[in-house]
Nanobody
Framework: QVQVHESGGASVQPGASLRLTCTASGSNINRLYAMGWYRQAPPNERELVARIVSGARDTSTKYADSVKGRFTISRDNADNTVYLQMNGLKPEDSGVYFC?????????????????WGKGTLVTVSS
């Protein structure tokens, strides 16, 4: 069983910075092949903020147009952790931020790839 935990959400003023952290824990984790941050602010649907996908040969990173140049997604493979550094926050960045992790587990010789989601961390940007 894999658990995903996000942290770092807070209430801040416009222009501030925050760093969100997402960590996978559990037994039999081999590696994280995809890591993403999504946000949802009702009544909008959940939207992609940033995502890293590690393929067999290379790694690709994608950002929503609205956060390019302000947000940076990064990873710490040793700790099964992904970060989202958010600078120059705007009120429209407010919402619940969810972490999605693509995790490879190996148990009794069985290799399994599956996606796991955290419960979210709230970011509020207002003056």
């Amino acid at each position: 069983q894999v658990q995903v935990h996000e942290s770092g959400g807070a209430s801040v003023q416009p222009g501030a910075s925050l760093r969100l952290t997402c960590t996978a824990s559990g037994s039999n984790i081999n590696r994280l092949y995809a890591m993403g941050w999504y946000r949802q602010a009702p009544p909008n649907e959940r939207e992609l903020v940033a995502r890293i996908v590690s393929g067999a040969r290379d790694t690709s990173t994608k950002y929503a147009d609205s956060v390019k140049g302000r947000f940076t997604i990064s990873r710490d493979n040793a700790d099964n952790t992904v970060y989202l550094q958010m600078n120059g926050l705007k009120p429209e960045d407010s919402g619940v931020y969810f972490c999605e992790l693509g995790v490879t587990t190996i148990q009794n010789g069985l290799v399994l790839d599956a996606d796991y989601w955290g419960k979210g961390t709230l970011v509020t940007v207002s003056s």
